[in-house]
């Protein structure tokens, strides 16, 4: 068979005219089903990134007696720096403590009540993978559940650091599962108005088969169709979600971020993953365009 | 030289109905021939088989000498490009005119543009309908349409022309002008099987019967009439 373009682009496209309708309601299904789908990926991947984002700040303090002594103190910091799970470790001195309380409190009440220095001197650990919290704390204890040598109190949020753990995977789950539902609607309904699409045209396939057209003359202006149908509505599907995302989505992240005093702005300000999804709902779009043509026409082609 | 063979053709549907018994048939080129009988008697199955649209179930289909039993499915088309077919519906696309639908049995096989621009209004003219060539087939009468679904069967110049009932939608007069325009295609030298229910036509134009029953060759009769 020869490969003609020009009849089977004519005839895709004079079948867009034609089949206005049939088009308009294709892509109009491609481009609604696939923009519910790509908005909750990238809520999803949003949410994960804030979550992540609150995870990197799980912070252990180190309280230390007042009456360590400096021998101690650098032994101690040694010690923790020697620890594989360990990122960072800064030391507070007392004056220091006093020095940031004050500036968090300033202009209240409670500066007049203080007298002298109330206030420990600390160490804070930034950990490597937060996960690991909870192992890390045990170790300032000695076998009988006291505290080591120098260390007065150990804090790391532990109810709250143990439920942000169990919620990012819970929620990671549940998006997960959202998503692959969402994707599997989208991809049954899209794949169920291509078929429409092509059963408006059966006679034309008949005729074609009986006036003696081979099957991939008969199939390749349908694939060409669906592609189309596919790939517009997904175009159109990401350039909504771009708008949304850009206009909307970054300035809800940016105050959540604001106020949880998140250090990194998430996902749509500094990650590429967003391109990704975009990427991937313009592939699939035309991917499950011309798989359901395909589908579809295997039904009619045996005349 | 034979065009149309049938030899010891048997067909049983999925279903296990007996739609033709060992059918021996032979339709010499240029001949013009009626396949008669009740519905059900099996016209409509040998036409079918005569283009492939299914398979035999035992014994062998030869077209211009070459058997198309075991042809493969790739060469299918090929077969079909070589027999006109004429639909008692019509089956005209709606949506494309009158140069549209007849130009696209001519695209589906590959004609290239300027042969169409050229054949389409020649095949036009043969059916008298060149003055139609930019309407839509629903501003046609029935018969209009009829010639025009014979014209797009016939585009193609193929050796045979297979009619199922073409008039069976159509009134009397209007089905005698159907005929005219057969027996002229007929006359430039290409064979035409028709299958019809018309009695007057039948008997009118004087042509060989076959008639079938039950799937049976019950009669075949040079110059014959519909009853017996």
Same mark, same amino acid.
């Given at each position: 068979?020869?490969?003609?373009?020009?009849?089977?682009?004519?005839?895709?496209?004079?079948?867009?005219?034609?089949?206005?309708?049939?088009?308009?309601?294709?892509?109009?299904?491609?481009?609604?089903?696939?923009?519910?789908?790509?908005?909750?990926?990238?809520?999803?991947?949003?949410?994960?990134?804030?979550?992540?984002?609150?995870?990197?700040?799980?912070?252990?303090?180190?309280?230390?007696?007042?009456?360590?002594?400096?021998?101690?103190?650098?032994?101690?910091?040694?010690?923790?720096?020697?620890?594989?799970?360990?990122?960072?470790?800064?030391?507070?001195?007392?004056?220091?403590?006093?020095?940031?309380?004050?500036?968090?409190?300033?202009?209240?009440?409670?500066?007049?009540?203080?007298?002298?220095?109330?206030?420990?001197?600390?160490?804070?650990?930034?950990?490597?993978?937060?996960?690991?919290?909870?192992?890390?704390?045990?170790?300032?204890?000695d076998k009988d559940g006291n505290?080591?040598?120098?260390?007065?109190?150990?804090?790391?949020?532990?109810?709250?650091?143990?439920?942000?753990?169990?919620?990012?995977?819970?929620?990671?789950?549940?998006?997960?599962?959202?998503?692959?539902?969402?994707?599997?609607?989208?991809?049954?309904?899209?794949?169920?108005?291509?078929?429409?699409?092509?059963?408006?045209?059966?006679?034309?396939?008949?005729?074609?088969?009986?006036?003696?057209?081979?099957?991939?003359?008969?199939?390749?202006?349908?694939?060409?169709?669906?592609?189309?149908?596919?790939?517009?509505?997904?175009?159109?599907?990401?350039?909504?979600?771009?708008?949304?995302?850009?206009?909307?989505?970054?300035?809800?992240?940016?105050?959540?971020?604001?106020?949880?005093?998140?250090?990194?702005?998430?996902?749509?300000?500094?990650?590429?993953?967003?391109?990704?999804?975009?990427?991937?709902?313009?592939?699939?779009?035309?991917?499950?365009?011309?798989?359901?043509?395909?589908?579809?026409?295997?039904?009619?082609?045996?005349? | 030289?034979?065009?149309?063979?049938?030899?010891?053709?048997?067909?049983?549907?999925?279903?296990?109905?007996?739609?033709?018994?060992?059918?021996?048939?032979?339709?010499?080129?240029?001949?013009?021939?009626?396949?008669?009988?009740?519905?059900?008697?099996?016209?409509?199955?040998?036409?079918?088989?005569?283009?492939?649209?299914?398979?035999?179930? /035992? @014994?062998?289909?030869?077209? *211009?000498?070459?058997?198309?039993?075991?042809?493969?499915? =790739? !060469? $299918?088309?090929?077969?079909?490009?070589?027999?006109?077919?004429?639909?008692?519906?019509?089956?005209?696309?709606?949506?494309?005119?009158?140069?549209?639908?007849?130009?696209?049995?001519?695209?589906?096989?590959?004609?290239?543009?300027?042969?169409?621009?050229?054949?389409?209004?020649?095949?036009?003219?043969?059916?008298?309908?060149?003055?139609k060539i930019n309407s839509y087939?629903?501003?046609?009468?029935?018969?209009?349409?009829?010639?025009?679904?014979?014209?797009?069967?016939?585009?193609?110049?193929?050796?045979?022309?297979?009619?199922?009932?073409? /008039? @069976?939608?159509?009134?009397? *007069?209007?089905?005698?002008?159907?005929?005219?325009?057969? =027996? !002229? $295609?007929?006359?430039?030298?290409?064979?035409?099987?028709?299958?019809?229910?018309?009695?007057?036509?039948?008997?009118?134009?004087?042509?060989?019967?076959?008639?079938?029953?039950?799937g049976e060759i019950i009669r075949?009769?040079?110059?014959?009439?519909?009853?017996?």
């Open positions: 068979m020869i490969f003609r373009p020009k009849y089977f682009f004519g005839e895709t496209f004079s079948g867009f005219r034609k089949n206005f309708l049939m088009f308009f309601t294709a892509i109009t299904t491609v481009a609604i089903t696939l923009f519910i789908v790509g908005f909750f990926i990238i809520i999803v991947f949003d949410i994960q990134a804030i979550l992540s984002s609150i995870k990197n700040q799980v912070e252990i303090a180190v309280y230390l007696k007042d009456n360590v002594t400096d021998e101690l103190k650098t032994y101690l910091e040694n010690e923790i720096k020697g620890w594989d799970e360990i990122s960072q470790v800064n030391f507070v001195s007392k004056d220091q403590a006093l020095e940031k309380f004050k500036k968090e409190n300033e202009g209240s009440e409670i500066l007049k009540e203080i007298q002298g220095n109330p206030l420990p001197a600390s160490f804070e650990l930034e950990l490597k993978s937060p996960e690991k919290v909870e192992q890390v704390a045990l170790r300032f204890m505290f080591i040598e120098g260390v007065d109190e150990v804090i790391y949020g532990q109810n709250y650091v143990q439920k942000l753990f169990s919620i990012t995977a819970i929620v990671g789950t549940i998006a997960f599962l959202i998503i692959v539902v969402l994707l599997l609607a989208a991809i049954v309904l899209i794949f169920n108005t291509i078929r429409l699409s092509v059963h408006a045209r059966r006679k034309e396939i008949e005729v074609m088969k009986l006036v003696g057209a081979t099957n991939w003359f008969v199939r390749l202006p349908f694939l060409f169709e669906g592609f189309f149908e596919g790939f517009i509505g997904s175009v159109i599907s990401v350039v909504l979600l771009y708008f949304l995302s850009n206009y909307l989505l970054i300035r809800v992240e940016k105050a959540i971020v604001d106020t949880m005093h998140i250090k990194d702005l998430a996902i749509l300000g500094s990650n590429n993953i967003i391109l990704y999804v975009y990427a991937g709902l313009v592939i699939l779009g035309g991917l499950i365009g011309i798989f359901s043509s395909g589908f579809a026409l295997k039904r009619y082609i045996g005349v | 030289m034979n065009m149309i063979e049938f030899k010891n053709v048997t067909k049983v549907y999925e279903d296990s109905t007996i739609a033709l018994k060992n059918v021996n048939i032979v339709i010499k080129k240029g001949e013009f021939v009626f396949l008669v009988g009740p519905s059900g008697s099996g016209k409509s199955t040998l036409i079918k088989l005569l283009i492939r649209e299914i398979p035999v179930t /035992t @014994g062998s289909i030869f077209v *211009a000498g070459r058997n198309i039993c075991n042809l493969k499915a =790739s !060469r $299918i088309p090929q077969l079909r490009r070589n027999i006109g077919y004429v639909f008692q519906d019509f089956k005209l696309l709606p949506n494309k005119t009158i140069f549209e639908n007849i130009a696209f049995a001519l695209e589906v096989i590959g004609k290239p543009a300027y042969a169409i621009k050229v054949q389409v209004p020649q095949v036009l003219k043969l059916v008298g309908l060149a003055n087939p629903h501003q046609l009468s029935a018969g209009e349409q009829q010639r025009i679904s014979i014209a797009r069967a016939f585009v193609n110049r193929p050796p045979i022309l297979l009619a199922d009932e073409p /008039t @069976g939608n159509l009134d009397p *007069a209007t089905s005698d002008g159907i005929m005219k325009l057969l =027996s !002229r $295609i007929n006359l430039i030298g290409t064979t035409v099987a028709m299958a019809s229910h018309d009695k007057s036509i039948v008997n009118s134009m004087r042509r060989r019967v076959i008639e079938l029953e039950e075949d009769q040079k110059r014959g009439v519909y009853g017996s």
